[in-house]
């Protein structure tokens, strides 16, 4: 019996799927947006947002915020703490930069969902479903794109 097992195996062994789930989300990282099985993208999520939740804890603006010495220096060793916990998945370090700073701030007032999967249909070759997985835009476009398609369905009713 399988309870209580979470995760996909995707017919690959645990050395394999970690590997590949390394290099999908550094690669999502970087790019921002990945094609790939929706299955894939649905593990690929917990992976993705783990990662951004670690880097959002320690972002820089996080400890530049602290009140004393003490504080800071306790904020500076979690950071380094969870860059180093991030690194284990990230093994590129401009990736991680960009993690703990463009990304920790963009995601800073978000309260988790940083992915979107969006399916597209089935592979020509295998039947496979695809699915499109990518970060979600910054909370002040989502609601400003939200707002010029309501202005657009105004304009044309």
Do not use: C, W
Not at 2 to 23: I, T, V
Not at 25 to 34: N, P, R
Not at 52 to 66: P, Y
Not at 99 to 106: D, I
């Amino acid at each position: 019996m399988r309870h209580r097992k979470s995760g996909r195996k995707l017919g690959r062994n645990q050395s394999h799927r970690d590997a590949m789930f390394r290099n999908m989300v550094t690669s999502l990282l970087s790019e921002e947006k990945i094609q790939t099985t929706t299955a894939k993208a649905k593990e690929l999520r917990r992976v993705a947002e783990r990662l951004i939740t670690i880097g959002k804890r320690n972002a820089s603006s996080v400890v530049e915020a602290a009140s004393d010495d003490t504080e800071r220096e306790r904020r500076v060793a979690a950071r380094v703490a969870g860059v180093r916990q991030a690194g284990k998945t990230v093994h590129d370090r401009v990736i991680l930069q960009k993690l703990f700073g463009e990304l920790a701030e963009r995601y800073q007032d978000r309260e988790g969902g940083y992915t979107r999967i969006m399916r597209l249909g089935n592979r020509l070759g295998d039947n496979a479903e695809l699915a499109i997985i990518e970060l979600m835009p910054p909370s002040g476009d989502a609601g400003s794109a939200a707002q010029d398609a309501g202005a657009e369905q105004s304009a044309e009713g």
